[in-house]
């Protein structure tokens, strides 16, 4: 008895994966073409925007959406294996055999848990490391725009066009408080040609509408001697807002960087609101795939028995994307704090979670 439950566990888990798999390649390259067209629209008054280089950003936004229909691979894999088992009659024999429904499940669940996690912990780093390449391109060659910051230990990196046609880059340690000030910032001039023209290193330079105020520095040239800056209002169009929304975003944070890169956040007075709720739907994806396996058994195990399968299929689709558009509901909620991160990240797993197995308990055991 033992090694048949092992058998049959080994054959159900490895029918769950193959189709999960072909379910999953099939979203993808979908996906795929649909991003390159996608590009290639946005892409058409764009001188740089070459077939080649639109080919390459739509491979490297690949693995980003593809974390995005895992769930819906898991979800419609599950229904197809399942269906494909109850109705060559597999499972209404291991049924006869004593075998019950959580028997069936638990190898899913397994292998299901097993992607949610190696998701997470080796596919997302790849992912964020690939989506920050693509970020960078597309700022630089469709969205062609400028003023980009990054943060880091050494502190606050601002880059802003020159009123005379260069570039100003800004560099300091930002001080918390409710205005953007820096301290002890260092401020380098680059004319047309990207050439160092001087440097400024000043006490303060704090964020005003519409320009900096920079106090108490020095102005350095070359074959100069420094000339004292006391009160220099530099005119930007930099905002608070603006720049915190264009540091790293959070789809460019791989899951082992993201706790570090939040304690930043927030030593430096940034909001990390964004980069923890991240982080906390991460945290909860394995438990939503189990979860979905779960809502799938609940579609698909009673088709031949009880007829109406295409009903149940159409079903079982709108579940899933019902959840999506909850789910993207709930997480806009927790972005904007209009409720806890922890409640917005796990709510839709946990009443995915309850749902199916209240479903199952209803409809097996009850």
């Known amino acids: 008895m033992i090694r048949f439950a092992r058998t049959l566990s080994t054959y159900i888990a490895r029918q769950f994966f193959v189709w999960f798999c072909g379910v999953f390649g099939t979203m993808v390259s979908i996906t795929f073409l649909l991003d390159y067209i996608e590009l290639l629209r946005r892409g058409g008054t764009r001188t740089q ?14 693995p980003h959406t593809a974390q995005e229909v895992m769930p819906f691979a898991i979800l419609f894999g599950t ?44 596919f997302n780093p790849i992912a964020s490391s690939m989506e920050g390449s693509y970020e960078k391109l597309d700022t630089r060659i469709l969205r062609q725009s400028g003023d980009p910051s990054s943060l880091s230990n050494a502190g606050l990196w601002l880059r802003q066009s020159d009123p005379g046609g260069g570039q100003i880059i800004l560099h300091g340690e930002k001080v918390a408080s409710t205005t953007l000030q820096l ?5 380098y001039f680059l004319n047309k040609k990207a050439e160092f023209t001087s440097r400024i290193e000043a006490k303060s330079a704090t ?18 001697p420094p000339q004292p800056v006391s009160d220099l209002q530099l005119p930007t169009t930099l905002t608070a807002s603006k720049i915190e929304e264009s540091l790293a975003p959070p789809d460019t944070m791989s899951f082992w960087e993201l ?32 979860a979905m396996v779960l809502i799938a058994a609940t579609f698909s195990l009673r088709m031949q028995r009880r007829g109406g399968t295409a009903a149940l299929i159409v079903s079982g689709v709108a579940a899933g994307f019902l959840l999506y558009f909850v789910s993207d509901i709930v997480f806009a909620l927790g972005l904007s704090a209009k409720i ?15 749902f199916g197995a209240s479903m199952l308990l209803h409809l097996e055991d009850g």
């Open 49 to 62: 925007a070459t077939w080649g280089v639109l080919l390459e950003m739509a491979v490297l936004k690949l």
């Open 79 to 122: 229904m197809l294996a399942f269906w494909r088992l109850t109705r060559s009659n597999e499972l209404v024999v291991a049924r006869a055999a004593g075998v019950s429904v959580w028997g069936f499940l638990t190898p899913a669940i397994t292998v299901a848990l097993a992607i949610g996690v190696v998701a997470i912990t080796v």
């Open 183 to 187: 301290r002890d910032p260092s401020l």
């Open 207 to 224: 964020l005003e509408p519409g320009f900096w105020h920079i106090s108490g520095g020095e102005r350095f040239q070359p074959n100069q």
């Open 259 to 290: 706790p570090g890169y939040i304690s930043l956040l927030e030593q430096s007075g940034f909001s990390a609101q964004r980069h923890r709720l991240q982080f906390n739907i991460l945290l909860a994806r394995p438990l939503l795939f189990c």
């Open 340 to 354: 806890p991160v922890l409640l917005a990240a796990w709510t839709p797993a946990g009443v995915s979670l309850l």
